[in-house]
């Protein structure tokens, strides 16, 4: 192998190193934004849980108070 013939070889491998780079910047953008979406969802399932929780310990004692008053 002569000079010309590494240093294609060299530029080969920059350019798929390149290539490789770009495609994990997409990748880590997409799961920055999927964390994203995820933290939403658990805020929303928290939120829910705690609506659900008051309800079910609520709802049974305002029940009981009309049935008292009427």
Known sequence: MDSKDIYALLVKHDERLKNIYSVLNRVEK?????NGKV???EKSIA???VL???AVVSLPIIINI???LI
Request: avoid cysteine.
């Open 30 to 34: 997409h799961l920055e934004k999927l």
């Open 39 to 41: 933290e939403n969802h």
């Open 47 to 49: 939120k829910m849980q």
């Open 52 to 54: 659900g929780t008051v």
């Open 66 to 68: 009309i049935m008292r």
